[in-house]
Protein backbone atom coordinates (compact mmCIF):
# COMPACT_ATOMS: atom_id res chain seq x y z
CA UNK A 1 0.00 0.00 0.00
CA UNK A 2 1.32 3.43 -1.00
CA UNK A 3 0.94 6.49 0.81
CA UNK A 4 0.54 10.04 -1.19
CA UNK A 5 0.19 13.10 0.75
CA UNK A 6 -1.55 16.38 -1.76
CA UNK A 7 -0.11 15.83 -4.69
CA UNK A 8 -2.23 13.63 -7.76
CA UNK A 9 0.81 11.63 -9.27
CA UNK A 10 0.75 8.22 -10.44
CA UNK A 11 1.83 5.74 -7.31
CA UNK A 12 2.84 1.95 -8.32
CA UNK A 13 4.22 0.98 -5.35
CA UNK A 14 2.02 -1.49 -3.24
CA UNK A 15 3.15 -3.93 -0.89
CA UNK A 16 5.27 -6.68 -2.32
CA UNK A 17 3.97 -10.31 -0.38
CA UNK A 18 0.21 -10.01 -0.07
CA UNK A 19 0.27 -13.31 1.95
CA UNK A 20 2.75 -11.67 4.50
CA UNK A 21 1.86 -13.45 7.88
CA UNK A 22 1.11 -11.32 10.42
CA UNK A 23 3.71 -12.12 12.72
CA UNK A 24 6.01 -10.93 10.57
CA UNK A 25 4.92 -7.52 8.98
CA UNK A 26 6.98 -6.17 6.19
CA UNK A 27 9.30 -3.68 6.47
CA UNK A 28 8.26 -0.15 6.03
CA UNK A 29 10.72 1.81 3.14
CA UNK A 30 10.21 5.79 2.92
CA UNK A 31 11.07 7.66 -0.11
CA UNK A 32 10.74 11.15 -0.28
CA UNK A 33 11.58 12.98 -3.19
CA UNK A 34 9.67 14.85 -6.16
CA UNK A 35 10.51 12.75 -9.18
CA UNK A 36 7.95 9.92 -9.65
CA UNK A 37 10.02 7.92 -11.67
CA UNK A 38 12.63 7.58 -8.71
CA UNK A 39 10.08 5.89 -6.35
CA UNK A 40 8.95 3.59 -9.33
CA UNK A 41 12.48 2.60 -10.07
CA UNK A 42 13.15 2.06 -6.71
CA UNK A 43 9.96 0.20 -6.29
CA UNK A 44 11.04 -2.39 -9.28
CA UNK A 45 14.29 -2.93 -7.99
CA UNK A 46 13.44 -4.23 -4.43
CA UNK A 47 10.71 -5.91 -5.77
CA UNK A 48 11.37 -9.60 -4.51
CA UNK A 49 13.42 -8.26 -1.67
CA UNK A 50 13.57 -10.10 1.92
CA UNK A 51 14.97 -9.81 4.89
CA UNK A 52 14.22 -12.67 7.87
CA UNK A 53 11.16 -13.65 5.45
CA UNK A 54 9.73 -9.67 5.91
CA UNK A 55 9.12 -8.09 2.16
CA UNK A 56 9.09 -4.39 1.86
CA UNK A 57 6.38 -1.77 2.10
CA UNK A 58 6.61 1.26 0.35
CA UNK A 59 5.49 5.07 1.57
CA UNK A 60 6.04 7.73 -0.38
CA UNK A 61 6.37 11.69 -0.24
CA UNK A 62 7.23 13.89 -2.78
CA UNK A 63 8.16 16.69 -0.29
CA UNK A 64 10.06 17.24 3.17
CA UNK A 65 6.11 18.52 4.35
CA UNK A 66 4.93 15.70 3.17
CA UNK A 67 7.39 13.36 4.75
CA UNK A 68 6.83 14.53 8.15
CA UNK A 69 3.23 14.15 8.24
CA UNK A 70 3.71 10.53 7.26
CA UNK A 71 6.61 10.28 9.95
CA UNK A 72 4.10 11.35 12.21
CA UNK A 73 1.74 8.71 11.14
CA UNK A 74 3.81 6.20 11.39
CA UNK A 75 6.19 5.05 13.75
CA UNK A 76 7.77 1.90 12.63
CA UNK A 77 9.75 3.08 9.08
CA UNK A 78 12.58 1.01 9.36
CA UNK A 79 14.53 3.20 5.92
CA UNK A 80 14.57 6.38 4.89
CA UNK A 81 15.75 7.16 1.52
CA UNK A 82 15.54 11.28 1.34
CA UNK A 83 16.38 13.54 -1.62
CA UNK A 84 18.52 16.52 -1.16
CA UNK A 85 16.74 19.14 -2.98
CA UNK A 86 12.81 19.26 -3.14
CA UNK A 87 10.47 22.32 -2.49
CA UNK A 88 13.70 24.03 -1.78
CA UNK A 89 18.03 23.65 -2.38
CA UNK A 90 17.83 22.02 0.98
CA UNK A 91 14.42 20.38 2.19
CA UNK A 92 16.12 16.82 2.44
CA UNK A 93 18.83 17.78 4.39
CA UNK A 94 16.48 20.29 6.60
CA UNK A 95 14.08 17.24 7.07
CA UNK A 96 16.92 15.11 8.23
CA UNK A 97 17.70 17.82 10.94
CA UNK A 98 14.00 18.04 11.75
CA UNK A 99 13.60 13.72 11.86
CA UNK A 100 17.10 13.10 14.39
CA UNK A 101 16.75 16.92 16.50
CA UNK A 102 12.62 17.90 16.47
CA UNK A 103 11.19 13.92 15.67
CA UNK A 104 14.16 12.67 18.09
CA UNK A 105 14.16 9.47 15.99
CA UNK A 106 17.34 8.01 16.04
CA UNK A 107 16.06 4.34 15.10
CA UNK A 108 15.29 4.73 11.50
CA UNK A 109 18.39 4.72 8.94
CA UNK A 110 18.36 7.09 6.75
CA UNK A 111 20.10 7.08 3.18
CA UNK A 112 20.81 10.40 1.55
CA UNK A 113 20.14 10.45 -2.43
CA UNK A 114 21.03 13.38 -4.57
CA UNK A 115 21.31 14.24 -8.37
CA UNK A 116 23.12 16.94 -7.61
CA UNK A 117 25.85 16.46 -4.83
CA UNK A 118 27.13 19.43 -5.96
CA UNK A 119 24.36 21.18 -3.70
CA UNK A 120 25.01 18.61 -0.49
CA UNK A 121 28.90 17.94 -0.91
CA UNK A 122 29.47 14.43 0.77
CA UNK A 123 32.46 15.17 3.22
CA UNK A 124 30.15 17.96 4.73
CA UNK A 125 26.84 16.43 4.71
CA UNK A 126 28.29 13.23 6.43
CA UNK A 127 29.92 15.38 9.32
CA UNK A 128 26.88 17.86 10.16
CA UNK A 129 24.12 15.40 9.32
CA UNK A 130 23.11 12.26 11.24
CA UNK A 131 22.97 9.99 8.04
CA UNK A 132 23.66 6.17 7.43
CA UNK A 133 24.73 6.43 3.88
CA UNK A 134 25.38 8.66 0.83
CA UNK A 135 24.77 7.82 -2.40
CA UNK A 136 24.61 9.58 -5.68
CA UNK A 137 21.22 8.77 -8.00
CA UNK A 138 23.47 8.28 -11.01
CA UNK A 139 25.52 5.55 -9.17
CA UNK A 140 22.55 3.81 -7.56
CA UNK A 141 22.04 0.90 -9.55
CA UNK A 142 20.01 -2.22 -8.71
CA UNK A 143 22.78 -4.05 -7.20
CA UNK A 144 23.99 -1.56 -5.23
CA UNK A 145 20.54 -0.06 -3.70
CA UNK A 146 19.83 -3.78 -2.79
CA UNK A 147 23.01 -3.78 -0.56
CA UNK A 148 22.54 -0.60 0.32
CA UNK A 149 18.97 -2.08 1.75
CA UNK A 150 20.56 -4.95 3.23
CA UNK A 151 23.13 -3.36 5.28
CA UNK A 152 20.52 -0.75 6.38
CA UNK A 153 17.72 -3.11 7.53
CA UNK A 154 20.25 -5.08 9.64
CA UNK A 155 21.07 -2.32 11.36
CA UNK A 156 17.53 -1.37 12.25
CA UNK A 157 16.70 -4.89 13.34
CA UNK A 158 19.65 -4.87 15.39
CA UNK A 159 18.92 -1.59 17.13
CA UNK A 160 15.39 -2.21 17.87
CA UNK A 161 16.35 -6.08 19.64
CA UNK A 162 18.33 -3.85 21.17
CA UNK A 163 15.52 -1.36 22.38
CA UNK A 164 13.39 -4.34 22.54
CA UNK A 165 15.87 -5.83 25.19
CA UNK A 166 15.94 -2.34 27.34
CA UNK A 167 12.23 -1.93 27.62
CA UNK A 168 11.62 -5.44 28.54
CA UNK A 169 14.15 -4.62 31.36
CA UNK A 170 13.15 -1.48 32.17
CA UNK A 171 8.94 -3.14 32.52
CA UNK A 172 10.57 -6.27 34.60
CA UNK A 173 12.34 -3.24 37.05
CA UNK A 174 9.19 -1.57 37.33
CA UNK A 175 7.33 -4.67 37.58
CA UNK A 176 9.71 -6.01 40.69
CA UNK A 177 9.48 -2.73 41.84
CA UNK A 178 5.49 -2.98 42.00
CA UNK A 179 5.61 -6.53 43.94
CA UNK A 180 8.11 -5.31 46.39
CA UNK A 181 5.59 -2.17 47.04
CA UNK A 182 2.63 -4.62 47.00
CA UNK A 183 4.18 -7.28 49.24
CA UNK A 184 5.29 -4.64 51.93
CA UNK A 185 1.87 -3.22 52.54
CA UNK A 186 0.75 -6.98 53.34
CA UNK A 187 3.38 -7.22 56.31
CA UNK A 188 1.88 -4.21 57.84
CA UNK A 189 -1.83 -6.00 58.35
CA UNK A 190 -1.71 -7.78 61.47
CA UNK A 191 -5.23 -9.34 61.25
CA UNK A 192 -6.19 -12.82 58.91
CA UNK A 193 -9.27 -10.40 57.34
CA UNK A 194 -7.49 -7.50 57.03
CA UNK A 195 -4.70 -9.24 55.17
CA UNK A 196 -7.43 -10.75 52.83
CA UNK A 197 -8.69 -7.22 52.13
CA UNK A 198 -5.22 -6.37 52.03
CA UNK A 199 -4.30 -8.80 49.55
CA UNK A 200 -7.19 -8.65 47.16
CA UNK A 201 -6.26 -4.97 46.69
CA UNK A 202 -3.06 -5.76 46.27
CA UNK A 203 -3.11 -8.13 43.61
CA UNK A 204 -5.38 -5.74 41.17
CA UNK A 205 -3.44 -3.12 41.55
CA UNK A 206 -0.21 -5.35 41.08
CA UNK A 207 -1.87 -6.41 37.88
CA UNK A 208 -3.88 -3.09 37.42
CA UNK A 209 -7.31 -4.19 36.99
CA UNK A 210 -10.33 -2.56 38.61
CA UNK A 211 -11.93 -5.59 38.37
CA UNK A 212 -14.60 -6.36 41.21
CA UNK A 213 -15.07 -10.07 41.14
CA UNK A 214 -12.58 -11.10 43.52
CA UNK A 215 -12.64 -13.87 46.18
CA UNK A 216 -9.61 -14.96 48.49
CA UNK A 217 -10.57 -18.33 49.78
CA UNK A 218 -8.39 -20.21 52.35
CA UNK A 219 -7.53 -23.85 52.62
CA UNK A 220 -5.70 -26.40 54.69
CA UNK A 221 -3.69 -29.54 54.53
CA UNK A 222 -4.15 -33.35 55.80
CA UNK A 223 -1.19 -33.04 58.34
CA UNK A 224 -1.43 -37.06 58.35
CA UNK A 225 -1.85 -37.60 54.76
CA UNK A 226 -0.02 -34.25 53.28
CA UNK A 227 -2.93 -34.39 51.22
CA UNK A 228 -5.02 -31.20 49.95
CA UNK A 229 -8.63 -31.14 51.69
CA UNK A 230 -10.45 -29.56 48.72
CA UNK A 231 -13.65 -29.77 50.38
CA UNK A 232 -12.23 -27.20 53.35
CA UNK A 233 -12.75 -23.79 51.31
CA UNK A 234 -13.09 -20.73 53.94
CA UNK A 235 -13.99 -17.75 52.40
CA UNK A 236 -11.75 -14.50 53.86
CA UNK A 237 -12.67 -11.96 51.87
CA UNK A 238 -14.61 -11.46 48.88
CA UNK A 239 -15.55 -8.50 46.42
CA UNK A 240 -18.23 -7.62 43.59
CA UNK A 241 -20.32 -10.76 43.69
CA UNK A 242 -18.72 -12.73 46.21
CA UNK A 243 -18.66 -10.19 49.12
CA UNK A 244 -20.35 -11.46 52.11
CA UNK A 245 -20.47 -15.00 50.02
CA UNK A 246 -20.52 -18.21 51.86
CA UNK A 247 -18.36 -21.06 50.75
CA UNK A 248 -21.56 -23.48 50.16
CA UNK A 249 -22.47 -21.04 47.33
CA UNK A 250 -19.87 -21.26 45.30
CA UNK A 251 -20.41 -22.78 42.02
CA UNK A 252 -19.07 -25.69 40.81
CA UNK A 253 -16.76 -24.56 38.04
CA UNK A 254 -15.31 -22.48 40.51
CA UNK A 255 -14.60 -24.74 42.99
CA UNK A 256 -13.33 -27.20 39.68
CA UNK A 257 -10.94 -24.24 38.99
CA UNK A 258 -9.96 -24.15 42.87
CA UNK A 259 -9.18 -27.34 43.10
CA UNK A 260 -7.31 -27.78 39.88
CA UNK A 261 -4.73 -25.23 41.38
CA UNK A 262 -4.65 -26.88 44.89
CA UNK A 263 -3.90 -30.42 42.66
CA UNK A 264 -1.45 -28.59 40.67
CA UNK A 265 -0.02 -26.11 43.22
CA UNK A 266 0.45 -23.57 41.38
CA UNK A 267 -1.50 -20.07 40.10
CA UNK A 268 -3.59 -20.78 36.96
CA UNK A 269 -5.43 -18.92 34.14
CA UNK A 270 -7.86 -20.79 32.52
CA UNK A 271 -11.35 -19.57 31.04
CA UNK A 272 -10.65 -16.15 31.45
CA UNK A 273 -9.91 -16.56 35.03
CA UNK A 274 -6.91 -15.97 37.22
CA UNK A 275 -6.13 -18.65 40.55
CA UNK A 276 -3.71 -17.81 42.34
CA UNK A 277 -2.23 -20.15 44.47
CA UNK A 278 -0.34 -19.03 47.52
CA UNK A 279 1.15 -21.49 49.93
CA UNK A 280 3.25 -21.07 52.66
CA UNK A 281 5.99 -23.18 53.96
CA UNK A 282 5.36 -24.58 57.12
CA UNK A 283 1.95 -24.11 58.05
CA UNK A 284 -1.15 -26.09 56.84
CA UNK A 285 -2.91 -22.77 55.46
CA UNK A 286 -3.27 -22.11 51.44
CA UNK A 287 -4.28 -18.90 50.42
CA UNK A 288 -6.33 -19.16 47.24
CA UNK A 289 -7.16 -15.96 45.20
CA UNK A 290 -10.30 -16.44 42.35
CA UNK A 291 -10.69 -13.50 39.91
CA UNK A 292 -12.64 -13.63 36.66
CA UNK A 293 -13.44 -11.35 34.04
CA UNK A 294 -9.68 -11.59 33.35
CA UNK A 295 -9.33 -10.80 29.64
CA UNK A 296 -5.78 -11.09 29.18
CA UNK A 297 -2.51 -11.14 31.39
CA UNK A 298 0.89 -10.91 29.57
CA UNK A 299 3.71 -13.22 30.62
CA UNK A 300 5.33 -10.33 32.34
CA UNK A 301 2.34 -9.94 34.73
CA UNK A 302 1.97 -13.70 35.08
CA UNK A 303 5.95 -14.21 35.96
CA UNK A 304 5.28 -11.21 38.69
CA UNK A 305 2.36 -12.95 40.45
CA UNK A 306 4.61 -16.00 40.69
CA UNK A 307 7.55 -14.05 42.62
CA UNK A 308 4.13 -12.24 44.32
CA UNK A 309 2.75 -15.05 45.18
CA UNK A 310 5.96 -16.51 47.13
CA UNK A 311 5.86 -13.26 48.93
CA UNK A 312 2.79 -13.86 49.85
CA UNK A 313 3.11 -16.82 51.04
CA UNK A 314 5.95 -15.39 53.79
CA UNK A 315 4.05 -12.24 54.52
CA UNK A 316 0.59 -14.79 55.62
CA UNK A 317 3.58 -17.51 57.49
CA UNK A 318 4.89 -14.30 59.18
CA UNK A 319 1.06 -13.29 60.21
CA UNK A 320 -0.01 -16.65 61.18
CA UNK A 321 3.12 -17.46 63.20
CA UNK A 322 3.01 -13.40 64.94
CA UNK A 323 -0.62 -13.92 65.68
CA UNK A 324 0.16 -17.27 67.45
CA UNK A 325 2.30 -15.61 69.87
CA UNK A 326 -0.12 -12.41 70.41
CA UNK A 327 -2.84 -15.27 70.97
CA UNK A 328 -0.67 -17.10 73.81
CA UNK A 329 0.13 -13.86 75.11
CA UNK A 330 -3.49 -12.97 74.97
CA UNK A 331 -4.12 -16.18 76.63
CA UNK A 332 -2.14 -16.20 79.53
CA UNK A 333 -2.83 -12.40 80.47
CA UNK A 334 -6.51 -13.56 80.23
CA UNK A 335 -5.62 -16.50 82.67
CA UNK A 336 -3.48 -14.65 85.07
CA UNK A 337 -6.73 -12.06 85.00
CA UNK A 338 -8.73 -14.66 86.05
CA UNK A 339 -6.40 -15.64 88.47
CA UNK A 340 -6.50 -12.23 89.98
CA UNK A 341 -10.02 -11.87 90.13
CA UNK A 342 -10.87 -15.07 91.22
CA UNK A 343 -8.76 -14.61 94.26
CA UNK A 344 -10.14 -11.16 95.21
CA UNK A 345 -13.78 -13.22 94.57
CA UNK A 346 -14.89 -10.87 91.54
CA UNK A 347 -17.36 -12.04 88.83
CA UNK A 348 -16.02 -14.91 87.23
CA UNK A 349 -15.94 -13.69 83.25
CA UNK A 350 -15.31 -10.03 84.44
CA UNK A 351 -12.14 -9.89 82.92
CA UNK A 352 -13.63 -10.83 79.36
CA UNK A 353 -16.42 -8.57 79.76
CA UNK A 354 -13.54 -5.94 80.72
CA UNK A 355 -11.59 -6.62 77.42
CA UNK A 356 -14.97 -6.81 74.92
CA UNK A 357 -16.12 -3.49 76.62
CA UNK A 358 -12.55 -1.62 76.12
CA UNK A 359 -12.18 -2.62 72.61
CA UNK A 360 -15.93 -1.38 71.38
CA UNK A 361 -15.12 1.62 73.22
CA UNK A 362 -11.64 2.17 72.05
CA UNK A 363 -13.48 1.99 68.26
CA UNK A 364 -16.30 4.35 69.25
CA UNK A 365 -13.36 7.09 70.54
CA UNK A 366 -11.69 6.81 66.58
CA UNK A 367 -8.61 4.66 68.08
CA UNK A 368 -6.92 2.38 65.43
CA UNK A 369 -8.07 -0.85 64.61
CA UNK A 370 -4.44 -2.03 66.10
CA UNK A 371 -4.70 -0.14 69.07
CA UNK A 372 -7.92 -0.94 69.79
CA UNK A 373 -6.56 -4.93 69.60
CA UNK A 374 -3.78 -3.64 71.72
CA UNK A 375 -6.14 -2.52 74.66
CA UNK A 376 -8.67 -5.71 74.24
CA UNK A 377 -5.69 -7.93 75.08
CA UNK A 378 -3.92 -5.48 77.72
CA UNK A 379 -7.22 -4.70 79.82
CA UNK A 380 -7.26 -8.44 81.52
CA UNK A 381 -4.11 -7.20 83.55
CA UNK A 382 -5.67 -3.67 85.02
CA UNK A 383 -5.58 -5.60 88.65
CA UNK A 384 -3.20 -7.59 88.35
CA UNK A 385 -0.91 -5.74 91.22
CA UNK A 386 -3.85 -7.35 93.73
CA UNK A 387 -1.84 -10.76 93.74
CA UNK A 388 0.45 -8.73 96.42
CA UNK A 389 -2.38 -7.34 98.22
CA UNK A 390 -3.01 -9.44 101.50
CA UNK A 391 -6.36 -11.56 102.07
CA UNK A 392 -7.69 -9.79 105.15
CA UNK A 393 -7.60 -6.18 102.75
CA UNK A 394 -8.36 -8.19 99.60
CA UNK A 395 -11.55 -10.38 100.58
CA UNK A 396 -12.77 -8.04 103.50
CA UNK A 397 -16.65 -8.01 102.99
CA UNK A 398 -16.59 -4.30 104.66
CA UNK A 399 -15.68 -0.71 104.44
CA UNK A 400 -11.49 -0.65 105.07
CA UNK A 401 -10.30 1.46 107.04
CA UNK A 402 -7.33 4.24 106.74
CA UNK A 403 -4.81 1.44 106.80
CA UNK A 404 -6.09 -0.92 104.88
CA UNK A 405 -7.29 1.45 102.46
CA UNK A 406 -3.25 2.71 102.05
CA UNK A 407 -2.63 -0.65 101.63
CA UNK A 408 -5.37 -1.63 98.59
CA UNK A 409 -3.94 2.07 96.59
CA UNK A 410 -1.23 -0.05 96.37
CA UNK A 411 -2.12 -2.67 93.68
CA UNK A 412 -1.50 -0.07 90.57
CA UNK A 413 2.27 0.59 91.61
CA UNK A 414 2.84 -3.15 92.42
CA UNK A 415 1.03 -4.11 88.90
CA UNK A 416 3.84 -1.86 86.94
CA UNK A 417 6.11 -2.38 88.93
CA UNK A 418 5.35 -6.05 87.37
CA UNK A 419 4.99 -5.25 83.79
CA UNK A 420 7.10 -1.85 82.82
CA UNK A 421 10.75 -3.34 82.44
CA UNK A 422 8.84 -5.10 79.18
CA UNK A 423 9.35 -4.11 75.81
CA UNK A 424 6.41 -6.15 74.10
CA UNK A 425 3.53 -3.78 72.98
CA UNK A 426 0.78 -5.53 74.93
CA UNK A 427 2.71 -5.46 78.29
CA UNK A 428 3.63 -2.42 77.85
CA UNK A 429 0.30 -1.25 77.47
CA UNK A 430 -0.67 -3.15 80.31
CA UNK A 431 1.97 -1.74 82.56
CA UNK A 432 0.35 1.75 81.85
CA UNK A 433 -3.70 0.75 81.98
CA UNK A 434 -2.28 -0.83 85.53
CA UNK A 435 -0.59 1.77 86.79
CA UNK A 436 -3.26 4.53 85.94
CA UNK A 437 -6.50 3.11 85.62
CA UNK A 438 -7.58 4.18 89.29
CA UNK A 439 -7.15 7.84 88.27
CA UNK A 440 -9.71 10.31 87.78
CA UNK A 441 -10.50 12.94 85.38
CA UNK A 442 -10.14 16.00 87.78
CA UNK A 443 -7.37 14.44 89.35
CA UNK A 444 -8.45 13.31 92.61
CA UNK A 445 -7.64 9.52 91.81
CA UNK A 446 -4.75 7.51 92.55
CA UNK A 447 -1.73 6.94 92.56
CA UNK A 448 -0.08 9.69 90.93
CA UNK A 449 -2.80 11.88 91.18
CA UNK A 450 -3.16 13.16 87.16
CA UNK A 451 -5.76 14.68 86.14
CA UNK A 452 -7.70 14.92 81.84
CA UNK A 453 -5.19 14.07 78.99
CA UNK A 454 -2.40 13.25 80.91
CA UNK A 455 -4.08 9.94 81.95
CA UNK A 456 -3.18 7.76 78.71
CA UNK A 457 -6.45 6.65 76.55
CA UNK A 458 -6.37 3.31 77.78
CA UNK A 459 -6.40 4.41 81.22
CA UNK A 460 -9.73 6.49 80.93
CA UNK A 461 -11.42 3.81 78.84
CA UNK A 462 -10.39 0.74 81.07
CA UNK A 463 -12.00 3.43 84.37
CA UNK A 464 -15.43 3.43 82.32
CA UNK A 465 -15.67 -0.39 81.40
CA UNK A 466 -14.37 -1.51 85.14
CA UNK A 467 -17.00 0.41 87.01
CA UNK A 468 -19.56 0.14 84.62
CA UNK A 469 -18.79 -3.86 85.68
CA UNK A 470 -18.17 -3.60 89.17
CA UNK A 471 -21.51 -1.64 89.72
CA UNK A 472 -23.42 -4.00 87.30
CA UNK A 473 -22.21 -7.01 89.09
CA UNK A 474 -22.56 -8.86 92.55
CA UNK A 475 -19.04 -8.12 94.48
CA UNK A 476 -18.44 -9.80 97.64
CA UNK A 477 -19.31 -6.05 99.07
CA UNK A 478 -22.30 -5.55 97.57
CA UNK A 479 -25.37 -6.87 95.31
CA UNK A 480 -25.86 -5.63 91.49
CA UNK A 481 -27.07 -2.36 90.52
CA UNK A 482 -30.28 -2.64 87.96
CA UNK A 483 -28.69 -0.52 84.57
CA UNK A 484 -30.59 2.58 84.83
CA UNK A 485 -29.11 3.24 88.36
CA UNK A 486 -25.90 2.11 87.59
CA UNK A 487 -25.75 5.13 84.70
CA UNK A 488 -27.49 7.51 86.52
CA UNK A 489 -24.16 6.81 88.93
CA UNK A 490 -21.95 7.24 85.86
CA UNK A 491 -22.93 10.21 85.06
CA UNK A 492 -23.16 11.64 88.45
CA UNK A 493 -19.03 11.55 88.20
CA UNK A 494 -18.66 12.63 84.30
CA UNK A 495 -15.62 14.96 84.37
CA UNK A 496 -14.74 14.15 88.00
CA UNK A 497 -14.28 10.24 87.92
CA UNK A 498 -14.70 10.09 83.80
CA UNK A 499 -13.32 11.47 80.53
CA UNK A 500 -16.92 12.84 79.88
CA UNK A 501 -16.13 12.63 75.97
CA UNK A 502 -15.67 9.15 76.37
CA UNK A 503 -18.32 8.35 79.21
CA UNK A 504 -21.01 10.35 76.33
CA UNK A 505 -20.00 7.99 73.64
CA UNK A 506 -19.93 4.70 76.32
CA UNK A 507 -23.99 5.63 77.34
CA UNK A 508 -25.17 6.79 73.87
CA UNK A 509 -23.75 3.29 72.63
CA UNK A 510 -25.11 0.91 75.50
CA UNK A 511 -27.10 -1.45 73.65
CA UNK A 512 -23.63 -2.54 72.26
CA UNK A 513 -21.98 -2.75 76.04
CA UNK A 514 -25.40 -4.39 77.63
CA UNK A 515 -25.18 -7.27 74.51
CA UNK A 516 -21.13 -7.85 75.63
CA UNK A 517 -22.36 -8.10 79.12
CA UNK A 518 -25.36 -10.23 78.15
CA UNK A 519 -23.08 -12.68 76.50
CA UNK A 520 -20.53 -13.19 79.23
CA UNK A 521 -22.93 -13.93 82.02
CA UNK A 522 -21.17 -15.09 85.32
CA UNK A 523 -21.90 -18.93 85.95
Not at 474 to 492: F, I, N, S
Request: aromatic share 8%; hydrophobic share 40%.
Amino acid sequence: MLFDIGKKKPLFSERTNKDQPPSLPPWKILIVDDEPDIHSVTKLALSRFKLDGRSLVFINAYSGLQAKELLQQENDIAIAFIDVVMESDHAGLELIKWIREDFNNRTMRIILRTGQPGQAPEEDVIVNYDINDYKAKAELDARKLMTSVYSALRSYRDIMEIEQARISQAQHRQGLERVLQATSGLFELRTLHRFADGLLNQVASLLNLSNETLLLTCNAIDAISGHVDSKSFEILAGTGRFQGCDETALPEDIISLLNKALDERKCLYENNCFIGYFPTKSSQWINILYMDGIDKISDLDKKLVDIFAINVGVAFENLLLNQEVEDTQSELILRLGDVVESRSKEAANHVKRMAEYCYELALLAGLSQRDADLIKRASPMHDVGKIATPDYVLLKPGKLDGDEWDIMKQHPTIGYQILANSERPILKAAAIISLQHHEKYDGSGYPQGISGTDIHIFARIVAIADVFDALAHKRCYKEAWPLDEVLAEMRKNSASHFDPGLLTLFIDNITIFESIKTHWLDC
